[in-house]
């Protein structure tokens, strides 16, 4: 069973800092991409940012230059390092992960965390 366990979020300030941390776990043959996406109450998940296999990033442009995206790749752990929080960055963030299971799978699977809630207070 492929899991990820997402940790990090909580209640902070407007202009301040936090970091989210997720961990794959279980039978993963190679991991495509890690990426963190967000919803806000009433509105649509949106892209936040991605990293994938060979190091190529994506931010959504509403949090470039503020949030920066690692990954571990020894652990399978994708980082986001939030920085000058606004409270329009108030959401639940979601963990994602494109990967395979097995070296002859044919397409990749995709997973999703559960989620986990920041809350920026102005």
């Known amino acids: 069973q492929v899991q990820l366990a997402e940790s990090g979020g909580g209640l902070v300030q407007a202009g301040a800092s936090s970091e989210l941390s997720c961990a794959a776990s279980g039978r993963v043959f190679a991991i495509v991409e890690l990426g963190w996406y967000r919803q806000a109450p009433g509105k649509q998940r949106e892209l936040v940012s991605t990293i994938n296999a060979g190091g190529g990033i994506n931010y959504a442009d509403s949090v470039k230059g503020r949030f920066t995206i690692s990954r571990d790749n020894a652990k399978n752990t994708v980082y986001l390092r939030m920085n000058n929080l606004k409270p329009e960055d108030t959401a639940v963030y979601f963990c994602?992960?494109?990967?395979?299971?097995?070296?002859?799978?044919?397409?990749?699977?995709?997973?999703w965390g559960q989620g986990t809630q920041v809350t920026v207070s102005s």
């Open positions: 994602h992960m494109l990967f395979y299971r097995t070296y002859s799978q044919m397409g990749h699977d995709e997973l």
